[in-house]
């Protein structure tokens, strides 16, 4: 192990290279459910060049290689499952090319959410890119590499419908250009060739390591503005989101129901965002939306919500913090959900197995969904604040979790960046021939099993 | 249960039927109003019923007494006529569910005492400025007041729960209290009379007591010398008995409340109910008017009683570059001087 501490220091500063048990510890977790596990040494690269020699060194090794951004992912999948080598991109920050006429960036892999909002607000005030809802210490690549969802995937789908072009270090270490950027020096799409993207996105870093990544950016509108319906019957949720959708004239809708504070409590809320460039563009589809859905309204069924001032403010924050503030309503520092991908027309049965497992266990909840495209899919998060002082807490939450993934599948749903006992239940239910389909391409790009093992792995 | 007083021959021999001829959102001449009181009397549907915008204004054109407004809210809910939908009822019923934070919001407080309702964001500007820093507060959904549920379609709510909240706030032993908010001033007036729910203290508007603070300070006012536009709450409706407290804190401190065509019994409603009933354009339609009213009188400021109407027309009255600001912020900057 020594060696490779030493190997590891000749291709990087000592001082990015660490295998002291504080720092390892770090590592070894995140603010989730999974069990830790210390990795070997934690190592902090600055070039895609040095990325490629430690990822040469683990395949020579034959030891286990994890990269990782935010490590916020909350469902353990850049725990270290197997020990190892955890890269740790976030020194590779910059932001390398902006096309305003093109409108997509390119920038290093361990960009944070937070760092390019700054630099697009102060550098390129007229664009934008799909915000997560994640701490802004999140890196964009993390968010994307597990199919995030943003405040512009209700207009333009997942986050990661919206890459141009990646580079990416295989795991036997060649470095490989993906999209436009292959052939030209323009990273603007991944189209018309054939789409190798997805031998990446979606893989938990099992395939690869991306360093770089090309991303649309989007119109910045100077004005925005939010409208909350809400509704008491869940059945209505989903005629809600089609009416809305089919008039085209939301930025983002995402959905919201939770016990906890009273004013919340038995109302199921549906968000609208909507942007212009003047009053008149704003308030031109506010009205639509509002028109959209009088029959709820005379119904007495459905209605706008009034909100203060602070209330409309901390909704349109990006990415909210609210979220934050409800992650902590137990106390203790745990929060972790399961946000399966569904039909929208599945909202009602996915809330109510909600209630049925949080009355079951006796735990709390926040439910919060995200429409994604134009109601083609929606993310519904089954959200469980715990405190770790409590391993009787503890205990009730990994069970709610448990069935919770059950309930997803049940449904016609796909559990949304799964653990790996979640990942174990999708491959389980999937389809053989399209598991045999990952398996063989996961042998051709990564012979020695070192990528991120554990995750995506049939036994 | 408590009854509401309501006199059938008062309204019978009513010579005008101002409560409803003078509603500023249903258009009804006097022979319907006629027609449409008797029914609600009698118990029987009205379309007053259904268009009514919750406003509280006929409780002031009533120059009787007979209580209209509480006659229509009551009969919504025994009708189960829903002024807004089931969604925001629902949450109006939640807002005063009382939290760990609610609980004894007033230990150590001493006459005089002030009642924030459940505005905690004026918590620190009564804590800790000097023209109130003889006050102590309380605060929280103890001590909330309920008549809100006018606006939803369910004042027994009210009744059955404002007994237990005056005995929150009389089994401190306070004599006194001034109330912040308008609308509890209001309750503890004209509601606890209306359905002679007992008051076993003295509640003041927080307009009287500003006023009396005024003038103890006289000497420090630097006049604003500003036109201003006052914009009327709901419940302002209930008790304009207390309405000359507005003037004379405007003489006092040389602000000019302008003519115009929608103040006094006249003002338009702020807006926010008539949202949350979901008349977007006759929202939008009371707003412009109420604003475009303001502007054509000059005003500097509108000024507001209300932290909901505040809520509601500020940025529209900011958009427009009329200076939107609360009563008791006007005032402090009389005394403090517009650098502040």
Same mark, same amino acid.
């Given at each position: ?35 830790p596990?210390e ?12 990325v ?37 991109l ?11 006429e ?47 969802q ?25 470095v ?84 906890y ?19 008149e ?37 990006? !990415? ?7 992650a ?62 409590d ?17 997803s ?51 | ?39 609600m ?5 009205? #379309? ?9 204004a ?9 209580h ?14 829903? !002024?807004?939908p089931?969604?925001?009822?629902t ?15 007033f230990?150590g ?27 102590s ?42 109330? #912040? ?63 000359d ?31 949350g ?29 209300? !932290? ?7 940025e ?9 600001i ?15």
């Open positions: 192990m020594q060696s490779i501490y030493k190997s590891l220091t000749k291709i990087v500063d000592e001082e990015f290279v660490s295998n002291q048990k504080e720092e390892l510890y770090i590592y070894s977790q995140d603010p989730g459910m999974m069990e596990h990795p070997d040494f934690v190592v902090m690269p600055k070039t895609t060049e040095e490629q020699e430690i990822v040469k060194l683990a395949n020579k090794e034959k030891i286990p290689i994890v990269p990782v951004g935010g490590s916020l992912s909350l469902s353990g999948l850049v725990i270290p499952h197997q020990g190892g080598i955890v890269v740790d976030r020194r590779m920050d910059q932001v390398l090319e902006v096309n305003e093109s409108r997509y960036i390119v920038f290093e892999a361990g960009l944070t959410t937070g760092k390019l909002k700054a630099y697009l607000e102060k550098y390129h005030p007229l664009l934008r890119f799909s915000i997560p809802d994640a701490p802004p210490s999140a890196t964009v690549v993390g968010n994307i590499v597990i199919h995030g943003g405040r512009l995937t209700q207009q333009y789908g997942f986050n990661s419908d919206m890459v141009t072009g990646m580079e990416v270090v295989l795991p036997t270490g060649e490989c250009k993906i999209g436009s950027g292959s052939v030209s020096p323009y990273w603007f799409s991944l189209a018309p060739l054939p789409d190798l993207a997805g031998l990446f996105l979606g893989w938990f870093g099992t395939t690869g390591i991306i360093t770089k990544m090309g991303l649309k950016l989007y119109p910045k509108k100077k004005l925005r503005d939010i409208e909350v319906f809400a509704v008491e019957d869940p059945n209505l949720v989903p005629d809600v989101i089609q009416r809305v959708t089919h008039t085209e004239m939301s930025e983002d809708i995402f959905t919201g129901a939770q016990p504070p009273p004013v919340f409590k038995d109302i199921i809320m549906i968000g609208i965002l909507l942007t212009g460039d003047s009053k563009e704003l308030e031109f589809k506010r009205k639509m939306i509002w028109d959209a859905l009088q029959c709820h309204i005379d119904s007495k069924e459905g209605g706008f919500m009034m909100m203060t001032p602070d209330v409309k403010q901390d909704l349109l924050e990006m !990415p909210t913090s609210s979220t934050t503030r409800f902590d309503v137990k106390k203790g520092g745990g929060f972790e959900y399961c946000g399966p991908i569904i039909p929208v027309e599945k909202f009602p049965e996915a809330f109510t197995r909600l209630l049925e497992i949080t009355k079951k266990y006796g735990i709390t909840f926040g439910n919060a969904g995200r429409v994604i495209g134009r109601s083609h899919s929606m993310m519904f998060s089954f959200g469980y604040p715990f405190n770790r002082a391993p009787e807490n503890i205990e009730r939450t990994k069970n709610a979790l448990h069935d919770t993934n059950v309930a599948l049940d449904i016609g749903g796909v559990p949304w960046k799964p653990e790996v006992p979640a990942q174990k239940m999708i491959m389980e239910k999937m389809d053989k021939s399209t598991l045999e389909l990952m398996q063989r391409i996961k042998k051709v790009l990564d012979p020695n099993g070192i990528m991120n093992p554990g995750n995506w792995e049939v036994e | 249960m408590y009854e509401l007083k309501i006199d059938e021959k008062t309204c019978e021999t009513c010579p005008t039927f101002d409560c409803l001829v003078r509603c500023q959102y249903i258009d009804i001449d006097k022979d319907t109003a006629k027609t449409e009181m008797k029914k009397i009698s118990g029987e549907d009205s #379309f007053v019923l259904h268009d009514c915008v919750t406003c509280y006929c409780e002031e054109y009533c120059k009787r007494g007979n209209p407004f509480y006659l229509i809210t009551d009969l919504q809910e025994e009708r189960g006529i829903l !002024p807004m089931k969604p925001l009822k949450q109006f019923v939640n807002i005063s569910v009382p939290t760990r934070r609610d609980i004894i919001q230990y407080a001493e006459e005089p005492v002030i009642s924030l309702c459940l505005f905690p964001q004026y918590t620190r500007l009564f804590s800790e400025e000097k023209l109130f820093e003889e006050l507060i309380i605060i929280g959904r103890y001590f909330f007041c309920h008549l809100m549920y006018l606006h939803s379609g369910n004042p027994s709510l009210i009744r059955e729960r404002l007994p237990k909240i005056i005995d929150n706030i009389a089994n401190h032993g306070f004599k006194e209290v001034i109330f #912040f908010h308008d609308e509890c001033y209001s309750t503890l007036t004209s509601y606890t009379t209306a359905y002679s729910i007992e008051v076993p203290f003295k509640p003041i508007h927080f307009n009287e007591y500003l006023y009396n603070k005024l003038k103890d300070q006289q000497t420090k006012i630097q006049p604003l010398n500003a036109k201003v536009a006052f914009q009327r709450n709901c419940s302002a409706r209930l008790t304009p008995n207390v309405e407290f507005v003037d004379d804190i405007f003489n006092l401190i040389g602000a000019e409340r302008v003519e115009r065509q929608y103040d006094r019994e006249n003002a338009l409603c702020c807006g926010g109910i008539i949202r009933q979901q008349r977007y354009d006759l929202f939008v339609d009371v707003q412009t008017r109420n604003v475009d009213d303001m502007l054509n009188a000059g005003v500097e400021y509108c000024v507001f009683q209300c !932290p909901a109407c505040f809520d509601s027309l500020s529209k009255v900011a958009e427009k570059g009329i200076k939107p609360m009563m008791h912020d006007l005032c402090l900057l009389a005394i403090q001087g517009s650098d502040k």
